[in-house]
């Protein structure tokens, strides 16, 4: 078990809906991450928050947003769904805020859009 | 875009073998880390080795880093079917913040 928390672990809904994925990082971890991973692109860097502060952004889409909140946990909002944003989406979390020491991940939620 | 690029995408093996795989990647990086992903779960950190490290050991598992050829190799001795699993590097690409990986090797241990 990573510590890592993500709800929820399914999630099925229509193309043009709305989404929150939540995720609660391990006790202790300062940084969050999220990933996303599909068959065809691989696991994909989206974000990544230091603290509630923004650090780093990788392939997130403009439809697409994230936030950490005070007491650390971060939510992943995907609106606008279109069929190709079905994937599992990870979130990861680390003790440090650069890249040099190990991530956590969550077992994801797999979000399947119809 | 991919920084890490596994080779082979896909190795079976038998139970008691040694399994290699290899990992290539175009930037500078701090670090490169190994991760294995058992089949719909998340993944889990085998292990980091530094930009100055050439070689690290992590019970069965041995990884090799060439900064000058841009490689890393992982190499898991006496394999278990428990082993069976995609393995993926990842590399920071000299950011310090965001780790990029590859499309992972799915590495299969016959019993």
């Known amino acids: 078990d990573s510590g890592v928390t993500q709800t929820p672990k399914h999630l099925i809904t229509a193309t043009g809906q709305r989404v929150t994925l939540r995720c609660s990082p391990r006790?202790?971890?300062?940084?969050v991450y999220w990933y996303q991973q599909s068959l065809d692109q691989g696991l994909q860097f989206l974000i990544q928050?230091?603290?509630?502060?923004?650090?780093a952004k990788g392939n997130i889409l403009e439809r697409f947003s994230a936030q950490q909140f005070p007491d650390l946990h971060s939510e992943l909002n995907l609106s606008s769904l279109e069929l190709g944003d079905s994937a599992l989406y990870f979130c990861?979390?680390?003790?440090?805020?650069?890249?040099?020491?190990?991530?956590?991940f969550g077992n994801g939620t797999r979000l399947t859009v119809t | 875009s991919q920084q890490g690029e596994e080779d082979p995408q896909a190795l079976s093996i038998q139970e008691g073998e040694n399994a290699t795989m290899n990992c290539s990647y175009k930037t500078s990086i701090n670090n490169l880390q190994w991760y294995r992903q058992n089949s719909g779960r998340g993944l889990v950190h085998l292990i980091l080795?530094?930009?100055?490290?050439r070689e690290k050991h992590s019970g069965r598992l041995r990884v090799t880093l060439d900064t000058s050829k841009k490689s890393s190799s992982l190499l898991i001795t006496a394999s278990r079917a428990a082993d069976t699993a995609s393995y993926f590097c990842a590399t920071d690409e000299g950011s310090n913040y965001k780790l990029t990986f590859g499309k992972g090797t799915l590495l299969t241990v016959n019993p």
């Open positions: 080795i530094r930009s100055n490290e």
């Open positions: 990861a979390s680390s003790v440090a805020v650069s890249s040099n020491s190990p991530l956590h």
């Open positions: 928050y230091y603290n509630g502060e923004e650090r």
């Open positions: 006790s202790g971890d300062l940084s």
